[in-house]
């Protein structure tokens, strides 16, 4: 029997605020463990907690940026369950009444075309709600250490319908969603720092159904690429299962990425298990419409809408975009350096090949978004050497050349070339010698290019560039080439 795959996927994103969601302890990553703790982490009697305002404020803005409606009233809840990473032995989150019902996500479809933009579709979303994050459990051969550095820091669930239906939608909806946080500034969305964290639920079904199967929740997906390849594997496991007529069993099942396969970990609890009730040390939290407007105003122009700008406006190729449109702090690069420059396209694809190659060979790749600010090469660096070989004083060969010494030096490309002397030759008697003795020692192919083949022209241009040392102007060599050669 053919059977096909429902996906929904509960996403965990960690807010960028200086302090947990009901403390002032700060939060950051990398400190020893167990420091950034107080009795409010720790849930020390007497302790009381006192509500984050800007992890309200940046929930609301990732409900508007996904279309959500934003709750009137949204309420505290009590989620208890007893394990190590939760001193507290319950999770302050939010149950009936999130801050965010419904919402959708734009995904590019797999297997579009490389060459221009293909078509996309919504997913929709469930409900996105703010939660307290937990503490971090490291396990060792006999031992398991807990550290409580992230406990209480501020944690949106983003919850999907079931609305996915293959891995390659799945690694596309993760991709568009982490794209539109960081823009947004939400967060940094780094998985290895457990900045962003994704629980999968997979069921199959036969082919022209519509009834749900038996879910299954993956953990312990740590990539993006990890998350795709473990819903891969449990869509094969499960298919593979109900064709030798096993039953599939509601549980949680732990992704092992260096073996590639998942085993159970527990059977699925249910909302009831958890026991949630109003939290009693909290008010309700009271949403006005100005409050969400002012937030409204401060919303980022979303990845795609910039892409599908780009294409329109500046006739930017969909490679250049794809690369540009993920990263907010490289797209004002480019739209700064654009202004500047006749020749938008070129800016373009300075920005993705070469500047991109130089950060990271320089290791920069890793640093934190606003780390472009301190990039030796200023838009206005590269808006002028582009506007060099526009002008013809220099030419493309030689400005390759230029820009790895302008990113180690911070010098601008008019000086190099002034220091250098590297302007290009356009004199038309030293090129009319040089174009002479081209033809002259290369009578070959001088003679191919007479009898018709155009290419030979190539090896005789390359002869006056070395010459020059890539200075000659291509245009004036070319056209003297081809006087002297008819």
């Not at 519509?210 to 449990?234: A, D, W």
């Not at 249910?270 to 008010?283: E, K, V």
Request: hydrophobic fraction near 35%.
């Amino acid at each position: 029997m053919d059977y096909e795959a429902v996906i929904g996927l509960e996403v965990h994103v960690q807010l960028d605020t200086k302090s947990k969601m009901f403390t002032r302890v700060g939060t950051g990553f990398g400190q020893p463990p167990n420091t950034l703790t107080n009795p409010v982490v720790l849930g020390l009697p007497g302790a009381l907690p006192v509500m984050n305002r800007d992890a309200i404020e940046k929930s609301i803005k990732v409900g508007l940026l996904l279309n959500c409606k934003i709750a009137d009233i949204c309420k505290w809840d009590r989620k208890n369950y007893f394990y190590p990473d939760m001193p507290k032995n319950y999770q302050i989150s939010q149950f009936d009444q999130p801050i965010c019902e419904g919402g959708e996500v734009e995904i590019e479809m797999p297997g579009n075309s490389p060459s221009e933009i293909g078509s996309h579709r919504i997913v929709q979303l469930t409900r996105i709600h703010l939660e307290e994050d937990v503490g971090k459990l490291t396990h060792y051969e006999t031992d398991s250490l807990v550290d409580y550095n992230r406990a209480g820091c501020p944690l949106l669930e983003i919850v999907s319908e079931p609305d996915l239906f293959s891995p390659e939608e799945v690694f596309a909806y993760l991709t568009s969603l982490r794209n539109s946080l960081v823009s947004a500034e939400i967060s940094d969305c780094d998985m290895e720092k457990g900045q962003l964290r994704c629980d999968a639920n997979i069921s199959i079904r036969p082919v022209g159904t519509s009834t749900l199967g038996t879910k299954v929740e993956i953990k312990n997906l740590n990539t993006i690429s990890g998350v795709r390849n473990g819903v891969e594997y449990e869509i094969r496991r499960q298919t593979k299962a109900l064709n030798e007529g096993e039953t599939i069993i509601q549980e949680t099942r732990r992704w092992n990425p260096d073996q590639k396969y998942t085993t159970p970990m527990r059977t699925k609890e249910m909302a009831h298990d958890y026991r949630y009730f109003p939290d009693p040390d909290l008010m309700p939290v009271k949403i006005d419409s100005e409050w969400v407007e002012f937030i409204r105003k401060e919303l980022p122009e979303k990845p795609f809408d910039k892409q599908r700008r780009y294409m329109e406006e500046m006739n930017l190729p969909y490679s250049s975009t794809s690369a540009l449109c993920g990263d907010r702090p490289l797209c004002e690069f480019f739209e700064e350096a654009a202004k500047l420059s006749k020749v938008p396209q070129k800016i373009a694809n300075w920005v993705v090949n070469d500047l991109l190659r130089e950060l990271g060979q320089a290791g920069k790749e890793g640093e934190e978004r606003r780390g472009l600010q301190n990039c030796p090469v200023t838009p206005q660096h590269l808006a002028e050497l582009i506007n060099l070989i526009e002008d013809g004083v220099v030419s493309n060969n030689v400005a390759k050349e230029l820009f790895p010494e302008m990113f180690i030096s911070g010098k601008s490309a008019k000086t190099l070339v002034e220091e250098k002397g590297l302007e290009m030759k356009s004199d038309g008697d030293e090129i009319e010698d040089l174009c002479a003795q081209a033809i002259s020692d290369d009578p070959d192919a001088a003679e191919k290019f007479r009898g018709g083949k155009e290419g030979a022209i190539n090896a005789l241009k390359g002869s006056v560039m070395k010459a020059t040392r890539g200075q000659a102007n291509p245009q004036v060599v070319d056209e003297t080439l081809r006087r002297l050669l008819s």
